[in-house]
């Protein structure tokens, strides 16, 4: 498993891009990250929810209410416009940082 040190500052990035092509609620995002990296990384609900909350008061999410076939209700999150321009900044951000590193280690 990696340590989320190595990770925070790439959550708004790991966020932004799975929210991208369709809207999600936390829980289906919690799981999607871990699926997708295999058990490799699981993010804290905390950071989670810290981070929709800052992203949504940047402006780059917005959420909205929706309800389930159970009844429940659950909050979504899209990405805005604003979202992903700055995702498109912080995409070039990290492939400027995998360069320097990879650089330095080899």
């Not at 190595?6 to 999607?32: A, K």
């Amino acid at each position: 498993m990696i340590s989320s040190d190595v990770i925070r500052g790439y959550t708004d990035t790991i966020i932004l891009s799975l929210l991208r092509n369709q809207p999600g609620y936390g829980y289906e995002i919690s799981r999607q990250i871990s699926a997708i990296t295999e058990q490799k990384f699981v993010m804290r609900e905390t950071t989670l929810y810290s981070t929709f909350n800052r992203l949504e008061h940047n402006g780059y999410l917005r959420s909205f209410y929706g309800t389930e076939s159970n009844g429940k209700r659950r909050t979504y999150y899209e990405i805005t416009p604003e979202g992903r321009a700055y995702l498109k900044e912080k995409i070039a951000e990290w492939e400027l940082t995998k360069e320097i590193i990879e650089k330095i280690i080899r």
